[in-house]
Protein backbone atom coordinates (compact mmCIF):
# COMPACT_ATOMS: atom_id res chain seq x y z
CA UNK A 1 0.00 0.00 0.00
CA UNK A 2 1.57 2.79 -1.13
CA UNK A 3 1.59 6.03 1.50
CA UNK A 4 0.02 9.51 1.21
CA UNK A 5 2.57 12.50 0.01
CA UNK A 6 1.67 15.01 2.85
CA UNK A 7 5.59 15.07 3.15
CA UNK A 8 6.78 14.67 -0.36
CA UNK A 9 7.10 17.80 -2.05
CA UNK A 10 9.37 17.83 -4.78
CA UNK A 11 11.03 21.06 -5.45
CA UNK A 12 10.15 22.38 -1.89
CA UNK A 13 14.11 24.07 -1.52
CA UNK A 14 13.57 25.73 -4.60
CA UNK A 15 10.34 28.20 -3.54
CA UNK A 16 10.53 31.44 -2.41
CA UNK A 17 10.09 31.84 1.44
CA UNK A 18 6.44 32.96 0.88
CA UNK A 19 5.42 29.86 -1.62
CA UNK A 20 6.83 27.82 1.19
CA UNK A 21 5.01 28.99 3.57
CA UNK A 22 1.70 28.89 1.85
CA UNK A 23 1.92 25.52 0.85
CA UNK A 24 2.56 24.50 4.34
CA UNK A 25 -0.37 26.63 5.66
CA UNK A 26 -2.60 24.49 3.33
CA UNK A 27 -0.97 20.93 3.66
CA UNK A 28 -1.31 21.60 7.81
CA UNK A 29 -4.61 23.26 7.27
CA UNK A 30 -3.50 26.21 9.43
CA UNK A 31 -6.06 28.52 10.55
CA UNK A 32 -5.90 32.34 10.11
CA UNK A 33 -3.21 32.64 13.26
CA UNK A 34 -1.68 29.90 12.94
CA UNK A 35 -0.60 31.68 9.50
CA UNK A 36 0.06 34.81 10.77
CA UNK A 37 1.98 33.02 13.60
CA UNK A 38 3.94 31.27 11.52
CA UNK A 39 4.56 34.56 8.46
CA UNK A 40 5.69 37.08 11.57
CA UNK A 41 8.96 38.04 11.43
CA UNK A 42 8.77 38.16 15.76
CA UNK A 43 7.96 34.98 16.62
CA UNK A 44 7.39 35.47 20.26
CA UNK A 45 5.97 38.63 21.78
CA UNK A 46 8.65 40.25 24.35
CA UNK A 47 6.24 39.94 26.96
CA UNK A 48 5.63 36.42 26.41
CA UNK A 49 9.37 36.06 26.57
CA UNK A 50 9.86 38.13 29.73
CA UNK A 51 7.50 35.54 31.07
CA UNK A 52 9.92 32.50 30.04
CA UNK A 53 13.16 33.56 31.44
CA UNK A 54 15.00 36.30 33.56
CA UNK A 55 16.16 39.40 32.91
CA UNK A 56 14.96 39.80 28.82
CA UNK A 57 15.98 42.14 26.58
CA UNK A 58 15.01 40.81 23.27
CA UNK A 59 14.29 37.40 21.29
CA UNK A 60 17.17 35.70 19.71
CA UNK A 61 15.77 33.91 16.04
CA UNK A 62 16.61 30.99 14.84
CA UNK A 63 15.40 29.67 11.78
CA UNK A 64 12.78 27.49 11.51
CA UNK A 65 12.59 24.73 8.83
CA UNK A 66 10.47 21.46 7.56
CA UNK A 67 12.16 18.52 7.34
CA UNK A 68 10.16 16.22 4.27
CA UNK A 69 9.75 12.90 3.33
CA UNK A 70 8.81 11.29 7.10
CA UNK A 71 6.74 8.04 7.28
CA UNK A 72 6.72 6.79 11.06
CA UNK A 73 4.27 3.89 11.33
CA UNK A 74 2.61 4.66 8.13
CA UNK A 75 1.79 8.53 8.70
CA UNK A 76 3.00 11.02 6.54
CA UNK A 77 5.10 13.38 9.06
CA UNK A 78 5.74 16.81 8.22
CA UNK A 79 8.66 17.96 11.00
CA UNK A 80 9.57 21.34 12.05
CA UNK A 81 13.36 21.71 13.05
CA UNK A 82 15.59 24.65 14.45
CA UNK A 83 18.56 25.02 13.75
CA UNK A 84 21.40 26.89 12.52
CA UNK A 85 23.51 24.63 10.83
CA UNK A 86 22.84 24.62 6.59
CA UNK A 87 22.90 20.94 6.14
CA UNK A 88 21.18 19.48 9.02
CA UNK A 89 17.53 20.03 7.44
CA UNK A 90 18.55 18.58 4.00
CA UNK A 91 20.40 15.40 5.10
CA UNK A 92 17.41 14.36 7.24
CA UNK A 93 14.76 14.31 4.32
CA UNK A 94 17.19 12.90 1.64
CA UNK A 95 17.64 9.88 4.48
CA UNK A 96 13.70 10.11 4.68
CA UNK A 97 13.40 10.41 0.96
CA UNK A 98 15.24 7.20 0.40
CA UNK A 99 13.67 5.33 3.11
CA UNK A 100 10.15 5.97 1.56
CA UNK A 101 10.12 2.96 -0.78
CA UNK A 102 10.78 0.65 1.88
CA UNK A 103 7.80 2.14 3.93
CA UNK A 104 9.84 4.89 6.18
CA UNK A 105 10.94 4.77 9.79
CA UNK A 106 8.95 2.69 12.54
CA UNK A 107 9.25 4.07 16.10
CA UNK A 108 7.54 3.18 19.68
CA UNK A 109 8.08 4.58 22.69
CA UNK A 110 7.82 3.87 26.24
CA UNK A 111 4.83 5.32 28.82
CA UNK A 112 6.17 8.72 29.46
CA UNK A 113 7.57 7.56 33.23
CA UNK A 114 10.01 10.06 34.96
CA UNK A 115 12.13 9.71 37.86
CA UNK A 116 12.41 11.59 41.07
CA UNK A 117 15.90 11.13 42.99
CA UNK A 118 15.69 11.90 46.55
CA UNK A 119 19.04 11.10 48.06
CA UNK A 120 19.21 10.36 52.02
CA UNK A 121 22.34 10.41 54.00
CA UNK A 122 22.97 9.61 57.66
CA UNK A 123 21.03 6.32 57.42
CA UNK A 124 21.23 3.78 60.17
CA UNK A 125 21.05 0.63 58.64
CA UNK A 126 20.31 1.23 55.01
CA UNK A 127 20.01 -2.21 53.51
CA UNK A 128 17.19 -2.37 56.36
CA UNK A 129 16.08 0.54 54.99
CA UNK A 130 15.63 -0.15 51.60
CA UNK A 131 13.23 -3.27 53.13
CA UNK A 132 10.91 -0.46 55.07
CA UNK A 133 10.23 1.26 52.03
CA UNK A 134 9.99 -1.73 49.94
CA UNK A 135 7.14 -3.01 52.80
CA UNK A 136 5.48 0.99 52.29
CA UNK A 137 5.81 1.42 48.59
CA UNK A 138 1.50 1.96 48.42
CA UNK A 139 1.70 4.72 51.21
CA UNK A 140 4.89 5.99 49.72
CA UNK A 141 2.73 6.22 45.85
CA UNK A 142 -0.47 7.32 47.20
CA UNK A 143 1.82 10.40 48.86
CA UNK A 144 2.97 10.46 45.67
CA UNK A 145 -0.73 10.98 43.79
CA UNK A 146 -1.62 13.91 46.43
CA UNK A 147 1.07 15.98 45.72
CA UNK A 148 0.17 15.64 41.65
CA UNK A 149 -3.79 14.87 42.23
CA UNK A 150 -4.41 16.08 38.51
CA UNK A 151 -1.46 13.65 37.45
CA UNK A 152 -3.34 10.96 38.67
CA UNK A 153 -6.99 11.94 37.46
CA UNK A 154 -5.55 11.82 33.67
CA UNK A 155 -4.13 8.31 34.48
CA UNK A 156 -1.05 9.25 35.11
CA UNK A 157 0.72 9.36 38.96
CA UNK A 158 2.69 6.79 40.46
CA UNK A 159 4.38 3.31 39.26
CA UNK A 160 6.54 2.65 42.06
CA UNK A 161 9.10 3.49 44.42
CA UNK A 162 12.89 1.49 44.24
CA UNK A 163 15.88 2.32 46.30
CA UNK A 164 19.62 1.57 46.45
CA UNK A 165 22.90 1.66 48.40
CA UNK A 166 25.53 3.53 47.13
CA UNK A 167 29.29 3.90 48.70
CA UNK A 168 30.52 7.00 47.66
CA UNK A 169 34.10 8.40 48.01
CA UNK A 170 35.31 9.87 51.53
CA UNK A 171 33.87 6.89 53.06
CA UNK A 172 29.83 8.40 52.85
CA UNK A 173 26.85 5.52 51.66
CA UNK A 174 23.58 7.41 50.87
CA UNK A 175 20.54 5.99 50.30
CA UNK A 176 18.87 6.74 47.02
CA UNK A 177 15.37 6.35 46.23
CA UNK A 178 13.90 6.52 42.93
CA UNK A 179 9.90 7.62 42.34
CA UNK A 180 8.99 6.67 39.50
CA UNK A 181 5.99 8.79 37.98
CA UNK A 182 3.94 8.57 34.87
CA UNK A 183 3.62 12.66 33.60
CA UNK A 184 1.61 11.97 30.79
CA UNK A 185 1.66 14.38 27.86
CA UNK A 186 4.12 16.56 29.78
CA UNK A 187 7.66 16.65 29.71
CA UNK A 188 7.11 16.63 33.64
CA UNK A 189 10.42 18.44 34.90
CA UNK A 190 8.90 20.45 37.78
CA UNK A 191 6.20 18.76 38.56
CA UNK A 192 8.99 15.60 39.13
CA UNK A 193 10.74 17.82 41.36
CA UNK A 194 7.47 19.17 43.55
CA UNK A 195 6.80 15.26 44.26
CA UNK A 196 10.67 14.92 45.14
CA UNK A 197 10.45 17.82 47.11
CA UNK A 198 7.22 17.06 48.92
CA UNK A 199 7.70 13.14 49.26
CA UNK A 200 11.14 13.39 51.06
CA UNK A 201 10.04 14.16 54.48
CA UNK A 202 7.90 10.37 54.48
CA UNK A 203 10.87 8.87 53.39
CA UNK A 204 13.19 10.63 55.66
CA UNK A 205 10.16 9.18 58.18
CA UNK A 206 10.48 5.38 57.06
CA UNK A 207 13.83 5.09 56.84
CA UNK A 208 15.67 7.76 60.27
CA UNK A 209 17.86 9.34 57.34
CA UNK A 210 18.07 13.18 56.26
CA UNK A 211 17.07 14.21 52.97
CA UNK A 212 19.51 16.04 50.99
CA UNK A 213 19.31 16.43 47.22
CA UNK A 214 15.63 16.01 45.86
CA UNK A 215 15.56 16.41 41.77
CA UNK A 216 14.56 14.46 38.66
CA UNK A 217 17.17 12.42 36.68
CA UNK A 218 17.69 13.09 33.55
CA UNK A 219 18.87 10.30 32.68
CA UNK A 220 15.37 9.32 31.39
CA UNK A 221 15.55 5.28 31.00
CA UNK A 222 12.29 4.26 31.87
CA UNK A 223 11.12 6.54 29.08
CA UNK A 224 12.80 5.79 25.96
CA UNK A 225 11.82 5.69 22.28
CA UNK A 226 12.95 3.48 19.72
CA UNK A 227 12.63 3.70 16.03
CA UNK A 228 13.80 1.79 12.77
CA UNK A 229 14.01 1.54 8.92
CA UNK A 230 15.10 -0.47 6.25
CA UNK A 231 17.35 0.49 3.38
CA UNK A 232 16.67 -1.80 -0.20
CA UNK A 233 20.50 -1.86 -1.51
CA UNK A 234 19.11 -0.38 -4.55
CA UNK A 235 17.61 3.26 -3.10
CA UNK A 236 21.18 2.93 -1.64
CA UNK A 237 22.82 3.28 -5.27
CA UNK A 238 25.22 6.04 -5.93
CA UNK A 239 26.51 7.19 -9.55
CA UNK A 240 30.21 6.11 -8.94
CA UNK A 241 29.26 2.86 -6.30
CA UNK A 242 26.19 0.29 -5.75
CA UNK A 243 24.16 0.13 -3.02
CA UNK A 244 25.25 -3.28 -1.63
CA UNK A 245 28.59 -1.41 -1.18
CA UNK A 246 27.12 1.84 0.28
CA UNK A 247 25.03 -0.36 3.05
CA UNK A 248 28.58 -2.02 3.53
CA UNK A 249 30.25 1.16 4.27
CA UNK A 250 27.70 2.31 6.45
CA UNK A 251 27.80 -0.99 8.25
CA UNK A 252 31.45 -0.86 8.58
CA UNK A 253 31.08 2.95 10.01
CA UNK A 254 28.32 1.62 12.80
CA UNK A 255 31.11 -1.09 13.90
CA UNK A 256 34.10 1.30 14.13
CA UNK A 257 30.99 3.79 16.41
CA UNK A 258 30.47 1.27 18.35
CA UNK A 259 33.66 0.25 20.03
CA UNK A 260 35.64 3.55 19.80
CA UNK A 261 34.33 6.37 22.35
CA UNK A 262 36.08 9.13 19.92
CA UNK A 263 34.37 8.00 16.88
CA UNK A 264 31.14 7.70 19.33
CA UNK A 265 30.72 10.75 20.90
CA UNK A 266 30.40 12.31 16.69
CA UNK A 267 28.34 9.68 15.60
CA UNK A 268 25.91 10.69 18.14
CA UNK A 269 26.20 14.25 18.27
CA UNK A 270 25.12 13.87 14.69
CA UNK A 271 21.62 12.27 16.14
CA UNK A 272 21.44 14.92 18.11
CA UNK A 273 21.62 17.33 15.45
CA UNK A 274 18.21 16.21 14.05
CA UNK A 275 16.69 15.45 17.82
CA UNK A 276 17.86 19.11 19.04
CA UNK A 277 16.07 20.89 16.35
CA UNK A 278 12.66 18.87 17.21
CA UNK A 279 13.36 19.87 20.44
CA UNK A 280 14.23 23.22 20.09
CA UNK A 281 10.93 23.43 17.36
CA UNK A 282 8.32 22.28 19.70
CA UNK A 283 9.40 24.17 23.06
CA UNK A 284 11.48 20.93 24.44
CA UNK A 285 14.11 20.73 26.75
CA UNK A 286 17.08 19.40 24.47
CA UNK A 287 19.83 20.19 27.03
CA UNK A 288 17.63 17.31 29.01
CA UNK A 289 17.56 15.44 25.98
CA UNK A 290 21.52 15.78 25.30
CA UNK A 291 22.25 14.82 28.90
CA UNK A 292 19.86 11.74 28.52
CA UNK A 293 21.43 10.57 25.41
CA UNK A 294 24.44 10.59 26.19
CA UNK A 295 24.39 9.36 29.59
CA UNK A 296 22.09 6.35 27.71
CA UNK A 297 25.21 5.96 25.51
CA UNK A 298 27.67 5.28 28.45
CA UNK A 299 25.44 2.78 30.36
CA UNK A 300 27.53 -0.31 29.93
CA UNK A 301 30.47 1.48 31.13
CA UNK A 302 31.78 2.32 27.96
CA UNK A 303 30.81 5.04 25.60
CA UNK A 304 29.11 3.60 23.03
CA UNK A 305 26.56 4.31 19.45
CA UNK A 306 23.15 4.77 19.82
CA UNK A 307 22.65 4.11 16.70
CA UNK A 308 23.46 0.95 15.12
CA UNK A 309 23.52 -0.02 11.09
CA UNK A 310 23.78 -3.60 10.00
CA UNK A 311 23.34 -5.57 6.66
CA UNK A 312 20.48 -8.06 6.38
CA UNK A 313 19.87 -10.06 3.41
CA UNK A 314 19.27 -7.09 0.67
CA UNK A 315 18.47 -4.46 3.00
CA UNK A 316 20.40 -1.79 5.68
CA UNK A 317 18.30 -1.94 8.45
CA UNK A 318 19.29 0.77 11.47
CA UNK A 319 18.22 1.10 14.86
CA UNK A 320 18.21 3.53 17.77
CA UNK A 321 16.93 3.84 20.92
CA UNK A 322 17.76 6.28 23.52
CA UNK A 323 16.09 7.97 26.35
CA UNK A 324 13.10 10.65 25.04
CA UNK A 325 11.66 12.95 27.29
CA UNK A 326 9.34 15.27 25.55
CA UNK A 327 6.10 16.93 26.00
CA UNK A 328 3.36 18.45 24.10
CA UNK A 329 1.58 19.90 26.91
CA UNK A 330 3.27 22.70 29.78
CA UNK A 331 4.30 26.26 29.74
CA UNK A 332 6.84 26.33 27.57
CA UNK A 333 4.49 24.65 25.20
CA UNK A 334 1.46 26.56 25.72
CA UNK A 335 3.03 29.93 26.33
CA UNK A 336 5.14 29.76 23.09
CA UNK A 337 2.81 30.21 19.31
CA UNK A 338 5.59 28.87 17.31
CA UNK A 339 5.69 25.88 19.45
CA UNK A 340 2.37 25.17 19.19
CA UNK A 341 2.78 25.70 15.37
CA UNK A 342 5.52 23.00 15.24
CA UNK A 343 3.13 20.51 16.92
CA UNK A 344 0.16 21.62 14.88
CA UNK A 345 2.88 20.61 12.10
CA UNK A 346 3.33 17.34 12.93
CA UNK A 347 -0.19 16.46 13.24
CA UNK A 348 -0.96 17.15 17.45
CA UNK A 349 1.20 14.39 18.46
CA UNK A 350 0.67 13.06 21.62
CA UNK A 351 3.64 12.41 23.77
CA UNK A 352 4.88 9.27 23.25
CA UNK A 353 4.01 9.76 19.66
CA UNK A 354 6.17 12.54 19.47
CA UNK A 355 9.73 11.04 21.03
CA UNK A 356 8.56 7.75 18.48
CA UNK A 357 9.29 10.67 16.12
CA UNK A 358 12.03 12.33 17.19
CA UNK A 359 13.63 9.53 17.40
CA UNK A 360 13.02 8.54 13.77
CA UNK A 361 14.62 11.45 12.72
CA UNK A 362 17.97 11.14 14.77
CA UNK A 363 18.15 7.69 12.85
CA UNK A 364 17.89 9.49 9.76
CA UNK A 365 20.26 12.39 10.43
CA UNK A 366 22.57 9.80 11.33
CA UNK A 367 22.18 7.88 8.38
CA UNK A 368 22.73 10.59 6.14
CA UNK A 369 25.79 11.85 8.05
CA UNK A 370 27.00 8.34 8.05
CA UNK A 371 26.65 7.73 4.74
CA UNK A 372 28.25 10.88 3.82
CA UNK A 373 31.05 10.04 5.75
CA UNK A 374 31.41 6.42 4.11
CA UNK A 375 31.21 8.05 0.43
CA UNK A 376 31.79 10.80 -0.61
CA UNK A 377 32.99 12.96 2.24
CA UNK A 378 31.10 15.01 5.01
CA UNK A 379 32.25 18.41 3.18
CA UNK A 380 30.56 18.20 -0.19
CA UNK A 381 27.22 18.41 0.97
CA UNK A 382 27.99 20.16 3.58
CA UNK A 383 30.23 23.03 2.32
CA UNK A 384 28.21 24.04 -0.74
CA UNK A 385 25.22 24.99 2.09
CA UNK A 386 28.23 26.52 4.04
CA UNK A 387 29.20 28.46 1.45
CA UNK A 388 25.52 29.84 0.93
CA UNK A 389 25.37 31.17 4.64
CA UNK A 390 28.69 33.07 4.40
CA UNK A 391 27.38 34.79 1.02
CA UNK A 392 24.50 35.75 2.90
CA UNK A 393 26.45 36.68 6.12
CA UNK A 394 28.71 38.99 3.61
CA UNK A 395 25.89 40.76 2.79
CA UNK A 396 24.89 38.66 -0.80
CA UNK A 397 21.03 39.40 -1.81
CA UNK A 398 18.98 36.48 -2.30
CA UNK A 399 19.39 37.35 -5.79
CA UNK A 400 23.44 36.96 -5.60
CA UNK A 401 23.46 34.02 -2.89
CA UNK A 402 24.51 31.29 -5.60
CA UNK A 403 26.35 32.28 -7.64
CA UNK A 404 28.73 34.24 -4.93
CA UNK A 405 28.10 30.77 -3.22
CA UNK A 406 29.78 29.08 -6.71
CA UNK A 407 32.18 31.18 -7.01
CA UNK A 408 33.26 30.53 -3.43
CA UNK A 409 33.46 27.20 -3.69
CA UNK A 410 35.48 27.45 -6.80
CA UNK A 411 38.27 29.43 -5.56
CA UNK A 412 38.07 26.90 -2.60
CA UNK A 413 37.92 29.70 -0.10
CA UNK A 414 34.58 29.94 1.51
CA UNK A 415 35.24 32.67 4.19
CA UNK A 416 33.07 35.84 4.38
CA UNK A 417 36.15 38.26 3.90
CA UNK A 418 36.27 36.27 0.82
CA UNK A 419 32.55 36.79 -0.29
CA UNK A 420 32.88 40.44 0.40
CA UNK A 421 35.70 40.67 -1.76
CA UNK A 422 33.62 39.28 -4.47
CA UNK A 423 30.88 41.33 -4.02
CA UNK A 424 32.56 44.66 -3.76
CA UNK A 425 33.85 43.69 -7.22
CA UNK A 426 30.75 44.48 -8.68
CA UNK A 427 30.97 40.99 -10.79
CA UNK A 428 27.67 40.28 -8.93
CA UNK A 429 25.89 43.33 -9.35
CA UNK A 430 23.37 41.83 -11.96
CA UNK A 431 22.66 38.47 -10.55
Known sequence: MSAPSRSRIPGFHQLSVAERQRTIATIAALTDDERAALLTDAPLPLETAARLTENTIGVHALPLGIALNFIVNGRDVLVPMVTEEP?????????????RPSGGFQADADPSVMIAQVQLIDVPEPEAACARLAAEEARICARIDEVEPGMARRGGGARGVEARVLRAPLGQDFLVVHLLVDVGDAMGANAINTIAEKTAPLLAELTGGTPHLRILSNLTDRRRARATVAYRFDDLAMADRPGAEVARAVELASLFAEVDPYRAATHNKGIMNGIDAVALATGNDWR????????????????????????????????????????????????????????????????RELAGIVAAVGL??????????????IQKGHMSRHARAVATAAGATPEQVEAVAEALIAAGDIKVERARQLLASGAFRGA
Open 87 to 99: SVIAAASNAARLA
Open 288 to 351: ALEAGAHAYAARDGHYGALATWRIEGDVLRGRIELPVAVGTVGATVDGNPRARLALKLLGAPAA
Open 364 to 377: AQNFAAVRALATEG
